[in-house]
């Protein structure tokens, strides 16, 4: 029998720089072909933080060879006016993904916005057409960060067959698509949320963990059996203003056989499977 080792740290930057490396190949290879993947990203308002995401995201497509097209707009601008610009990018050839990043200014409607962006650019995998599409196991476009977390636990060569994995959080973006790709991948899957009466009893449970809440400590070491894998997909920060993720990672980590550190695990695999996406989107546009 096997020693059980604890504390091995999935490293999401090495993954992600392998991952972003192979893209490259690829684009490299479409190019070739006379087709360059094209992402447009639109940016209303003035929030740092999506001022950073978005930096961050034009810049990794810079890096691959991914051709972005960044627009940046006022607060001010009508939902109509960013409908008809997705309408006019939705048409264009050479943009093969389109992302409006989020939030938006109160008076448009995200989700008119999402639904708005055809299914066939859709590399956030957010809109309705997509999250059926996971839903019956059809081919399209999965959300970045559950995509990104898959294959963080790919990489431990852990096969998840048969596996009990519990995921907390239940959003539309991370919790309920990561539920399905895990049941894909033919784990057994409870979902926790704010209405779940003990978290504790069903994570004790556990062989893979996936805490999503954005709320400090959500998972601490009493919650979690010797051996689990443990995914990390919070970011928050500490009263000093370091950043942490949604898992006591110190506490954890001496029990888990595999867990992601934050910063450094899942973060920078959401822009990789972004890039993945679109890759993929323009490599089925050249066929």
């Known amino acids: 029998m096997t020693q059980q080792t604890f504390g091995q740290i999935i490293d999401g930057i090495a993954l992600s720089t392998q991952l972003r490396s192979e893209v490259a190949r690829r684009v490299t290879a479409l190019k070739a072909r006379g087709v360059t993947p094209g992402l447009a990203v639109i940016l209303v308002g003035e929030d740092p ?60 409607d995200p989700h008119k916005v999402i639904e708005a962006i055809s299914v066939s650019k859709d590399v956030d995998g957010y809109a309705t057409l997509s999250a059926g599409e996971l839903m019956t196991g059809a081919p399209g476009f999965r959300p970045c960060t559950p995509y990104g977390c898959m294959k963080l636990i790919e990489s431990t060569g852990i096969n998840l067959r048969g596996k009990h994995a ?53 998972l601490t070491a009493d919650m979690v059996k010797p051996g689990a894998i443990v995914i990390d997909v919070g970011m928050n920060r500490t009263p000093e203003g370091k950043l942490c993720g949604d898992v006591d ?15 450094g695990g899942v973060g920078p695999m959401t822009i990789t499977m972004l890039l993945v996406n679109t890759l993929e989107a323009a490599e089925g546009a050249a066929k």
Do not use: W
Not at 63 to 80: I, N
């Open 49 to 108: 933080a999506s001022a950073v995401y978005v930096r961050n995201k034009v810049k990794a497509c810079a890096d691959t060879g991914v051709r972005s097209v960044f627009e940046k707009y006022e607060a001010t601008l009508s939902e109509a006016e960013l409908l008809a610009r997705i309408a006019t990018l939705n048409a264009d050839p050479t943009v093969h993904g389109i992302l409006v990043q989020m939030p938006l200014p109160k008076h448009i």
């Open 249 to 263: 990672y110190e506490g954890v980590r001496k029990l888990a056989s595999h867990i992601t550190p934050v910063p």
């Open 166 to 218: 519990v995921v907390i959080g239940r959003s539309n973006t991370v919790g309920k698509p990561m539920a399905l790709l895990l049941l894909q991948a033919n784990a057994t899957v409870t979902v926790c949320h704010s209405a779940t009466a003990d978290i504790g009893h069903h994570t004790r449970q556990a062989d893979l963990i996936v805490a999503a809440v954005g709320k400090r400590n959500v």
